[in-house]
């Protein structure tokens, strides 16, 4: 089955720096890739939608300029968190969708992020 | 407002012991989907129904349109299919419009 990337799966750094996050599409084009924040014990929740070549889709109450999104290529999306703090401290996962779309769902890994 | 609900939210079973897991929707879909989450945060997808019954290897899906439903069973269960299991609902009559999903249900098989 087609297979996604997230790169780093952890990843520690202090507060007020910025973090980039990974997301590729090893052995199809994803078009369309989904970012998703996890909360402990809390359901997926969508932070935005992007596609490639166009700016990003945020969810309402998702800060565009902290949560930084860019999908350059058909297989590649970025997650970069900005200035972060503490309370960015979470489990990002993103999932892509290729073309045709069948409606398969392909996610990634999973980055685990602390703030210090 | 458009809703998933699983049951239940949490799941003991002991090897080899039949287990079924519940999700239940508000509104019409176009698809279904059952994911499996694993203790490292990885997720993987199970199964994408939009009506019937589909099987693989010891899972099995089924979905009741008209009584909005759906169950994940697991047949011979078995300590590494402890994990979180989401339901995911697309809402609506289109393949791009938006996933809602349930809380999981987290199960637990001892050996």
Redesign the interface.
């Given at each position: 089955g087609a297979v996604v990337s997230q790169h780093p799966s952890r990843v520690i750094c202090k507060s007020g720096t910025s973090v980039k996050i990974e997301c590729r599409s090893l052995d199809f084009q994803a078009t369309t890739m989904f970012w998703y924040r996890q909360f402990p014990k809390q359901s997926l929740m969508l932070m935005a939608t992007s596609n490639e070549g166009s700016k990003a889709t945020y969810e309402q109450g998702v800060e565009k300029d902290k949560f930084l999104i860019n999908h350059a290529s058909l297989t590649l999306s970025t997650l970069t968190v900005t200035s972060a703090h503490p309370e960015d401290s979470s489990f990002y996962i993103c999932s892509a969708r290729g073309e045709p779309n069948t409606g398969e769902l392909f996610f990634g890994e999973g980055s685990r992020l602390t703030v210090l | 407002k458009n809703e998933v609900e699983q049951s239940p939210q949490n799941l003991t079973a002991q090897e080899g012991e039949f287990i079924t897991i519940n999700c239940s929707y508000s509104v019409g879909i176009?698809?279904l989907?059952w994911?499996q989450q694993h203790p490292?945060?990885?997720?993987?997808?199970l199964f994408?129904l939009s009506s019937g019954k589909k099987k693989h290897g010891r899972l099995i899906a089924t979905i009741n349109i008209q009584e909005k439903h759906s169950s994940l069973h697991i047949t011979a269960s078995h300590p590494r299919d402890s994990a979180v299991y989401?339901c995911?609902v697309?809402f609506g009559w289109t393949?791009?419009s938006?996933?809602t999903?349930?809380?999981?249900t987290q199960l637990t098989v001892n050996p």
């Amino acid at each position: 089955g087609a297979v996604v990337s997230q790169h780093p799966s952890r990843v520690i750094c202090k507060s007020g720096t910025s973090v980039k996050i990974e997301c590729r599409s090893l052995d199809f084009q994803a078009t369309t890739m989904f970012w998703y924040r996890q909360f402990p014990k809390q359901s997926l929740m969508l932070m935005a939608t992007s596609n490639e070549g166009s700016k990003a889709t945020y969810e309402q109450g998702v800060e565009k300029d902290k949560f930084l999104i860019n999908h350059a290529s058909l297989t590649l999306s970025t997650l970069t968190v900005t200035s972060a703090h503490p309370e960015d401290s979470s489990f990002y996962i993103c999932s892509a969708r290729g073309e045709p779309n069948t409606g398969e769902l392909f996610f990634g890994e999973g980055s685990r992020l602390t703030v210090l | 407002k458009n809703e998933v609900e699983q049951s239940p939210q949490n799941l003991t079973a002991q090897e080899g012991e039949f287990i079924t897991i519940n999700c239940s929707y508000s509104v019409g879909i176009s698809a279904l989907h059952w994911l499996q989450q694993h203790p490292g945060g990885g997720i993987v997808s199970l199964f994408m129904l939009s009506s019937g019954k589909k099987k693989h290897g010891r899972l099995i899906a089924t979905i009741n349109i008209q009584e909005k439903h759906s169950s994940l069973h697991i047949t011979a269960s078995h300590p590494r299919d402890s994990a979180v299991y989401i339901c995911a609902v697309r809402f609506g009559w289109t393949s791009g419009s938006r996933l809602t999903f349930g809380e999981g249900t987290q199960l637990t098989v001892n050996p």
